[in-house]
């Protein structure tokens, strides 16, 4: 089994640099390196960046602040990088950078194939588990978190240099399939599939559609919900005989399998989601038994009431029940993982720890990444720790990054008018639509053709439902408001599309005019923003990278395209006479568009060129 490793990814950008200046100097006076940590500064009208260790230590060492500041300047005489370094109120330290100094990062990150990003420094090989979509439904607004979020931590940490597995663990097993089983069975008797005196074969075309499907399955999951003892106890059944290999069943669920997937292939396509393996819980089936038979053998599985359970609670672990009589007893928190039913089938949990088996003989991952609902952390809790507790992993290689909900101007989650659950391939084709009516109203795509004006259309509406999850943080629950997510103003994806097809624009006109991007030279304060935005994508990609965080990727972009604009609006870029001056804004337009693009491909967006 692969040892754990934590990861470490080296930074080149201003701020790292700096810190590490700093805390040197820190070091050289007798203090701790700690110190010297450099942050953005929060005024950047008076500075770049700032330092406010002289404070701590000071106090540590019975000092005076200002005298440790003083000091800790003296060590940065004839720093070319800075402009100037000043000693701010009781002791802070404020770093201006030169004009050269950004000129020159400028020029290293347009010469840069990576753009300033930074590389894992040890490659591990991380599996992202981010589908889990289930047999016999369409995929709701709910599934569009977990696939998006994954998608673009799973293109980021390729990027970054680590060997990535997408993974869409299919929901193909378990009691569901008994309950498809017995429901299809209720209103089709006679077909093969349950006479199990038929020796075959059986037929080759589908008995059902996945509108069946989705007809079938929520009145048999009501059925149970409404405690139909009989109706359970059938379902069981039928999912034990299912496991157990009933050739009719196993015959029945593989159409069940093929309708579906078509169909979620078909969703994950329209929003740019791919999946390396598209393997479901029943290629865990294989490793149950096996390891139902390694979990008794190490004395963790435990009788239950007929069942078969593992304890998982450490001692001490407990949360207070109450009961239905009005009592309260303390039991173990969190609870067993019911491993095997009084029925003898594998449970849910059973075939996730099963999976962790599988994906371990078979990869060997050194990190496996869960990207689920945060209303699964109780069951994600019950697996890692059976499987820690089994030996199948070890203690962090399995983490849960949890996410929030989508949820409705209630603030509970997303529901259609009617109450019903928005479909994502619905919800996709809404986003199309409104975004053809939004480039109509803004008066752009006139000149496209109808072809490039539909992948525009659909460019758009993907970036406002992609980008619209990506800038919250995961674990945020927000407000799912297409009208908003649909503008071409403030922090939306059209709005970063639109950008990147100005810059496009830009550059398309001066090949026009014949003029070319040259040596960037920084001088006016819009360029040295710009700059110090397109030094900070190193810091946002480890950031997410390290915090499975893409929002603050999705900031970062954000914030470069307003950088932009800004630029744009007070640096005339085509006009005037001078012509190194055109030459160095050309350049940075050009890598502004290169960086920008980066960003939104690691997000899973794509500009369109015109609009």
């Known amino acids: 089994m692969p040892a754990f490793t934590e990861a470490f990814i ?90 050269g100094a950004l000129s ?31 047999v016999a439904k369409e995929m709701h607004i709910g599934h569009l978190r977990t696939a998006v979020i994954g998608e673009s931590l799973k293109r980021t940490l390729r990027f970054l240099g680590d060997e990535v597995i997408g993974d869409a663990h299919f929901g193909d097993w378990g009691l569901q399939m008994g309950q498809l089983i017995v429901g299809l069975s209720e209103e089709q ?38 405690k139909d003892a009989a109706f359970l106890a059938a379902a069981r059944k039928a999912t034990k005989e299912l496991q157990d290999g009933r050739p009719g069943y196993r015959a029945l669920w593989q159409h069940f399998v093929v309708v579906s997937r078509e169909a979620l292939k078909r969703d994950y396509a329209a929003l740019g989601v791919e999946f390396d393996l598209w393997y479901g819980e029943s290629d865990a089936d294989p490793y149950v038994e096996p390891m139902i038979a390694d979990l008794k053998a190490k004395g963790l599985l435990v009788e239950d009431n007929g069942a078969q359970v593992v304890h998982v609670a450490r001692p001490g672990e407990t949360r207070k029940k109450k009961l239905d009589d009005g009592s309260v007893v303390e039991v173990p928190s969190p609870p067993p993982l019911l491993a095997v039913s009084s029925e003898g089938s594998a449970m849910y949990g059973t075939t996730d720890v099963a999976t962790i088996v599988q994906r371990q003989k078979e990869f060997g991952p050194d990190l496996s990444l869960y990207i689920v609902d945060q209303r699964q952390a ?26 929030g909900t989508v949820n409705g101007p209630d603030g509970t989650p997303f529901k259609t008018r009617d109450g019903g659950t928005l479909k994502l391939g619905d919800l996709i084709s809404q986003a199309v639509e409104k975004a053809n009516a939004r ?16 992948d525009t259309a659909h460019k758009v509406a993907v970036a406002a439902l992609k980008f619209a999850e990506l800038s919250n943080h995961r674990l945020t629950n927000y407000i799912f ?83 932009f604009s800004k630029f744009y609006a007070n640096c005339p870029v085509l006009v ?31 500009a369109p060129e015109q609009m």
Request: charged share 25%; aromatic share 8%; net charge negative.
């Open 10 to 99: 080296e930074s080149h950008d201003f701020k790292t640099e700096l810190s590490a200046s700093t805390a040197s100097a820190f070091v050289a006076e007798g203090f701790d390196a700690s110190a010297g940590r450099v942050n953005a500064s929060d005024r950047p009208d008076l500075a770049d960046f700032q330092c406010n260790g002289a404070l701590a230590v000071a106090k540590a060492a019975k000092a005076n602040p200002r005298e440790v500041a003083t000091r800790i300047v003296s060590h940065f005489d004839g720093d070319a990088r800075l402009n100037k370094l000043e000693i701010a109120g009781p002791g802070f330290l404020n770093f201006t950078l030169s004009h």
């Open 104 to 134: 020159d990062r400028a020029n290293a990150l347009a010469a840069d194939p990576r753009i300033g990003a930074p590389k894992v420094a040890q490659k591990r090989k991380v599996m992202i588990d981010f589908g889990g979509p289930n």
């Open 189 to 226: 008797p006679d077909l093969p599939y349950f006479d199990a005196g038929f020796t075959g074969p059986y037929p080759a075309e589908t008995p059902v559609t996945l509108a069946d499907l989705g007809r079938i399955y929520p009145k048999s999951s009501a059925r149970i919900k409404a």
């Open 378 to 403: 109780e069951h994600f809790e019950q697996v890692f720790r059976t499987a820690y507790l089994a030996g199948y992993a070890q203690e962090r290689q399995l983490e849960h990054a949890a996410n």
């Open 439 to 454: 480039l109509h109203e803004a008066g752009l795509g006139e000149g496209l053709s109808e072809a490039a004006f539909a």
């Open 481 to 563: 408001d297409l009208d908003r997510f649909m503008s071409f103003e403030g922090k939306t994806g059209p709005y970063l599309l639109y950008q990147a097809v100005r810059m496009k624009s830009i550059l398309r006109k001066a090949g026009e005019q014949g003029l070319a991007a040259g040596l960037i030279t920084v001088t006016e304060p819009a360029e040295r923003e710009l700059v110090l935005l397109l030094d900070g994508f190193d810091n946002a990609l480890k950031e997410t990278y390290l915090k499975r965080a893409p929002n603050i990727l999705a900031d970062h972009v954000y914030r470069l395209a307003q950088g």
């Open 576 to 606: 005037g006479e001078d012509a190194a001056l055109k030459a160095s804004r050309l350049g940075l337009v050009s890598l502004i568009l290169r960086q920008l693009e980066l960003g939104l491909d690691l997000m899973g967006l794509s």
